[in-house]
Nanobody, 124 residues
Framework: QVQLVESGGGLVQAGDSLRLSCTTSGRSFTRYCMGWFRQAPGKEREFVAAMSWESGNTYYADSVAGRFTISAEIAKNTVYLQMNTLKPEDTAVYYC?????????????????WGQGTQVTVSS
């Protein structure tokens, strides 16, 4: 059974940092595009960051570029999202996802597997 399990969310103050983890199981994702998305109340799910596990290439939404870093640790089957200089507008449920393509995909509809999400709340 394929599973993506996020962890690391929480309540922090503006300017703080958090690191989210996404642990995968059930299959190898080394030829997948791994992505992080977020969804705030009343808003659509939006792309945050993605990486090709095979090439290591990374991609970011403009709103997080320079503050967030996506990375992976193949030996642990885990993808991370390091979030620095957090802002109140970063408050959302964050989801890990996997798309069965090597190339970068931004559209959430193209992702095949999703985690259950982890809440990140940034207070001002």
């Amino acid at each position: 059974q394929v599973q993506l399990v996020e962890s690391g969310g929480g309540l922090v103050q503006a300017g703080d940092s958090l690191r989210l983890s996404c642990t995968t199981s059930g299959r190898s994702f080394t030829r997948y595009c791994m992505g992080w998305f977020r969804q705030a109340p009343g808003k659509e799910r939006e792309f945050v960051a993605a990486m090709s596990w095979e090439s290591g290439n990374t991609y970011y939404a403009d709103s997080v570029a320079g503050r967030f870093t996506i990375s992976a640790e193949i030996a642990k089957n885990t993808v991370y999202l390091q979030m620095n200089t957090l802002k109140p507008e970063d408050t959302a449920v964050y989801y890990c996802a996997a798309a069965s393509v090597v190339a970068f995909v931004r559209n959430p509809g193209e992702y095949d597997y999703w985690g259950q999400g982890t809440q990140v709340t940034v207070s001002s």
